[in-house]
């Protein structure tokens, strides 16, 4: 007996954007997450770029939960005490439709999954699904313990660490039954509160209008490669780091010394940051692992009677400088519904009747991303990006501006000066920036 | 660089690090909130006695939430405070951990995210 004519485990962006597409075209499809309320397991850094979400909510960002749209954008380099810092300002995203908004998982995700709701899903919250069912090469619904349900089609979204894909070898290395550390990175993070118009007299923002900053951390012990992120929010701020998890020391010592959440406190403690927290009050602390396979490492994205969208397709893109998933989380859950509805049009749920959403994958701009960066873990896990290149900038620049009463060096010599005596020969160099073609 | 200024900016690194070295993960999330599940349904096991030959303990480097420790020789491991990042199981390549998400309506509950 059928349930539903689509099966989603995983209300988060993608789950519930695929559940929206598939019953606002008359689909039956049940909607599980295992948080109650449904957002309660979900974090994330919070921005959500782009208008993917308009394909099936046109005024989302009229009727969402949303924080501030981002008119400030930061990207900053810190050694142990001072910082470089480029502050862009785009007048343009001050327009409808804004090019991001900052916002907190927990309430957007509650109401992405109501809108499924409300066009007509049944959405279950608090139900961990342990298993698919499997028969004859098919999966054909899915298990909490004993209790079934089941339909043609189940789309896995997850999220990151998905235990289904390992339990069912959907990944890109079969047989596995963990992830590897080279693939994945920590996002931990920080909430607190702050008066918002002191966030709007702090960071120089009109009502409505948000920063959002990333920095390269060249302040951490231990070769650990981390990225700092602070975003502001209507009354609240959103503070914490990404951490490469390959870049822990291998050895008890240095495990005993450097945990991650030590690093959260060498960003929040860096002088630049520690100025724009004052008086900020916390009220939450969380952590979530980030996917980052790669185009070459994708695992399963469909086969007999299964999709795969989000971050348990491996759809986490990251440059170093920026981080993004809830858009192709979006795109990617519209574009399975879309494919099934096509497979539906057949009645064949087959890998080959739903390998539509391969390429409907490769036309869009997921996978031209991907493609294109695909060997950009070369600079985003370059030593030299965290070890060399924030403290030699800094020093470079201190050197030129500080008056000393000495005679002043060139702008330029005086930097490459400062990138030597930080230990880089010119080869180093000149390699690096033959990988920032990849950029 | 004057001496007076090299001095104090060594003055500031040592102090962030003497702070950091003393902060106690446990107040800092103490405003999170949970529903934790019985000992009998923890949903992260481990194993202490394969923990003494690891040669890393890199899921106590991992772990956002300190719920490991080695203490006297024995790794210490309780899984209310864990905020199910996953991060343990990636780490742990030596068999100790396993790792299953909590019953549903169990575990973590962000009110922001």
Redesign the interface.
């Known amino acids: 007996m059928q349930n539903a004519d689509v099966i989603i485990v995983g209300a988060g962006p993608a789950g519930s954007s695929a559940a929206i597409r598939l019953a606002q075209n008359g689909i039956n499809a049940i909607l599980i997450d295992r948080g109650m309320p449904v957002g309660s397991k979900n974090l994330s850094g919070g921005v959500l770029w782009g208008n993917d979400l308009a394909e099936i909510i046109p005024n989302w960002q009229e009727e969402a939960p949303l924080e501030r749209y981002i008119i400030n954008k930061k990207v900053g380099f810190l050694s142990h005490e001072d910082a470089t810092v480029i502050d862009m300002h785009f007048d343009e995203w001050n327009n409808f439709p804004n090019a991001g908004w900052s916002l907190l998982r927990a309430p957007f995700d509650e109401w992405l999954a109501f809108k499924a709701q409300e066009a007509g899903a049944s959405v279950l919250s608090g139900i961990n699904i342990t298993e698919l069912i499997e028969e004859d090469g098919k999966i054909v619904g899915v298990k909490q313990g004993n209790e079934e349900l089941r339909a043609p089609v189940v789309i896995i979204a997850e999220g990151a660490n998905s235990r289904l894909m390992l339990k069912h070898d959907l990944t890109y290395d079969p047989g596995k039954t963990r992830y590897d550390h080279s693939d994945y990175m920590i996002g931990l993070k920080e909430v607190f509160e702050l008066d918002s118009q002191i966030i709007e007299e702090r960071f120089m923002l009109d009502e409505n209008q948000g920063m959002a900053g990333e920095f390269i951390l060249g302040n951490i012990p231990d070769g650990i490669k981390s990225g700092g992120y602070f975003y502001t929010n209507k009354n609240t701020l959103s503070v914490g780091v990404v951490i490469h998890l390959d870049s822990f020391p291998q050895n008890q010592e240095s495990s005993n010394q450097n945990q991650s959440y030590k690093i959260v406190e060498y960003f929040k403690k860096h002088p630049y940051i520690a100025r724009l927290l004052k008086d900020a009050k916390p009220i939450e602390y969380g952590a979530k692992l980030i996917p980052e396979y790669g185009y070459n490492k994708f695992p399963k994205h469909y086969g007999n009677g299964f999709l795969v969208i989000g971050d348990a397709a491996g759809f986490t893109f990251s440059n170093g400088l920026v981080i993004q998933g809830i858009n192709y989380a979006i795109k990617s859950g519209i574009l399975a519904a879309d494919a099934f509805l096509e497979a539906k049009i057949r009645n064949e749920f087959t890998a080959s009747s739903l390998s539509n959403y391969q390429s409907k994958l490769t036309k869009s701009y997921i996978y031209k991303d991907f493609k294109k960066f695909r060997n950009v873990k070369k600079i985003t896990k370059n030593p030299n990006l965290f070890h060399l290149y924030p403290s030699a900038i800094n020093n470079g620049f201190k050197e030129v501006l500080t008056e000393t009463g000495e005679p002043k060096g060139n702008l330029l010599p005086t930097i490459l000066k400062n990138f030597r005596k930080s230990g880089a020969n010119l080869i180093s160099l000149a390699k690096d920036a033959l990988n920032f073609r990849n950029l | 660089m004057s001496t007076a200024t090299i001095e104090k900016?060594n003055f500031?690194?040592k102090s962030?690090k003497e702070?950091?070295?003393k902060?106690d993960?446990k107040n800092?999330?103490g405003?999170?909130q949970w529903d934790t599940d019985s000992h009998e349904n923890a949903h992260i096991t481990v194993d202490p006695s394969i923990c003494n030959d690891?040669?890393?303990?890199?899921?106590?480097?991992?772990?956002?939430?300190?719920c490991f420790k080695?203490y006297d020789g024995n790794m210490v491991f309780q899984y209310e405070d864990c905020?199910?990042?996953?991060?343990c199981?990636?780490?742990?390549d030596q068999g100790s951990v396993s790792?299953?998400?909590?019953?549903?309506?169990y575990?973590?509950?962000?009110?922001?995210?």
């Open positions: 900016s500031i690194k962030i702070t950091i070295e902060m993960i800092k999330i405003v999170t690891c040669p890393h303990h890199l899921c106590i480097a991992g772990c956002p939430t300190q080695f905020v199910e990042c996953g991060t199981d990636i780490m742990c790792w299953t998400n909590p019953r549903g309506t575990g973590v509950k962000y009110v922001q995210g």
